[in-house]
C-alpha cells in the first residue's frame, strides 16, 4: 500500500503566494530595470563622439562625398554646407559623426554682416561655423531664409520652430530654444577649414561637467 503525506491546503497556498511574489518582485525589478535603462542609456564616449578639437579639418557631412575635406569653391555665400570634424584619436584618424551636435554648419556672409555676439576671431573670410544642434530639445537645425526677421540665411529648428541668427553668433530670434547654438572656432588653412578649438559654448545634450572635463583632456592630448 503506498503511503503519502497528505499536504495542509493552507501551508500550500502559503508556498504559493510567496513563490508568485517572489516572481512578480523579480519581473518587477527587472522590468524596472528595463524602463530605467530605456530613459538614459549608458553612453560611451568613443571616438566617434568626442568634442571637436584644434586641428581637426571639416570634412562633408553628406555620405556621398566619402568624408572628403570640405573645399572652399563650395562654401559660398548664401549656400551652407554641413560637416563634421575630422582629426586623430589615439593615433587614428577619425570622423567625429558619432552625436548630432558635432554636425556643423559652415556659412559665408560678407564680414561686414559678422556681428558680435558673434566671435569674430573665430571666423575667417566671412566663414562661421556653428553646430547644428537646436540648443530647445537637441533637434537639426536646417538653414533657410526667415523673411519676419529679415534674415536670408537663419537656422530654423524644424521641431518647435527656434530660430537663429547666424551673423550675430547664432543668437535666438524666435522660438523656445534658450541659448544660442555653440560656435566653431576656424581658420581657412592650405585651402580648408580647420578647427582651432573646440566649441566656445556649452553645445547641447553635454552637461557642463562633461564638458568641462572632454575640455581637460583636448588640452593635455
Known amino acids: 500500500m503506498t503511503k503519502y503525506v497528505r499536504q495542509d491546503p493552507e ?8 513563490a508568485a511574489m517572489g516572481t512578480t518582485v523579480g519581473v518587477g525589478a527587472v522590468s524596472l530595470l528595463t524602463i ?4 538614459k542609456p549608458a553612453d560611451t564616449l568613443t571616438p566617434e ?43 587614428t584618424d577619425v570622423v567625429k559623426n ?9 556659412a559665408k556672409f560678407p564680414p561686414s554682416q559678422l556681428k558680435a555676439p558673434t566671435n569674430l576671431a573665430a571666423t575667417d573670410q566671412g566663414i562661421v561655423v556653428y553646430s547644428r544642434q537646436c540648443m530647445h530639445l537637441g533637434c537639426a537645425v536646417e538653414v533657410k531664409p526667415y523673411p519676419s526677421k529679415g534674415l536670408q540665411e537663419a537656422a530654423v ?15 535666438v ?7 544660442p547654438i555653440a560656435q566653431l572656432p576656424i581658420k581657412v588653412v592650405g585651402g580648408q577649414v580647420v578647427a582651432q578649438d573646440t566649441f566656445l559654448s556649452l553645445p547641447y545634450d553635454i ?12 588640452e593635455k592630448a
Not at 579639418?57 to 554646407?81: F, H, R, S
Not at 530670434?173 to 541659448?179: C, E, H, S, T
Open 11 to 18: 501551508l500550500t497556498r502559503r508556498k504559493f503566494i510567496t
Open 36 to 39: 530605467v535603462g530605456a530613459v
Open 49 to 91: 563622439k568626442r568634442l571637436p578639437s584644434k586641428g581637426d579639418v571639416l570634412v562633408y557631412a553628406d555620405p556621398a562625398k566619402n568624408g572628403a575635406p570640405v573645399a572652399l569653391a563650395d562654401i559660398k555665400e548664401g549656400q551652407v554646407v554641413y560637416a563634421f570634424p575630422k582629426g586623430k584619436v589615439n593615433g
Open 98 to 106: 558619432g552625436v548630432t551636435r558635432n554636425q556643423l554648419i559652415i
Open 157 to 171: 529648428c524644424p521641431c518647435h520652430g527656434g530660430v537663429y541668427d547666424l551673423t550675430q553668433g547664432a543668437k
Open 173 to 179: 530670434v524666435d522660438g523656445p530654444p534658450p541659448a
Open 207 to 218: 552637461t557642463e561637467s562633461e564638458f568641462a572635463t572632454q575640455k581637460k583632456e583636448l
